[in-house]
């Protein structure tokens, strides 16, 4: 059974960064499509961004040019770098995992693997 486990949120000002991570294990995260999601206060869950297992990403729009998804295979965890935060990207940061199929993006309903989330506030 696949596991994760993110860190790294935090309480940040505004145009600050935070890099999260997500350590994964019961299987190699360079065999899956991996992603990293949201749930905003009062929100949907909603997907920022994916890799796939030849390291092609894909962003949505809301998000794309202030966050990167990058893979350590070799310590099986995945990162998101998130730079010029603002007050709207407070919220619970979730990774999740699926096995290749088909188009790799951040589909919410497509993930079958996901952690519990570490919490993101940004203030002014």
């Known amino acids: 059974q696949v596991q994760l486990v993110e860190s790294g949120g935090d309480s940040v000002q505004v145009g600050g960064s935070l890099r999260l991570s997500c350590s994964v294990s019961?299987?190699?995260?360079?065999?899956?499509?991996m992603g990293w999601f949201r749930q905003r206060p009062g929100k949907e869950r909603e997907g920022l961004v994916s890799i796939d297992t030849d390291d092609s990403t894909s962003a949505a729009n809301s998000v794309k040019g202030r966050v990167t998804i990058s893979r350590d295979n070799s310590k099986n965890t995945l990162y998101l770098q998130m730079n010029n935060l603002k007050p709207e990207d407070t919220a619970i940061y979730y990774c999740?995992?699926?096995?290749?199929?088909?188009?790799?993006?951040?589909?919410?309903?497509?993930?079958?693997?996901w952690g519990h989330g570490t919490q993101v506030t940004v203030s002014s």
């Open positions: 999740a995992a699926r096995l290749p199929d088909g188009y790799c993006d951040p589909n919410v309903y497509e993930y079958t693997y």
């Open positions: 019961g299987g190699a995260i360079r065999t899956y499509y």
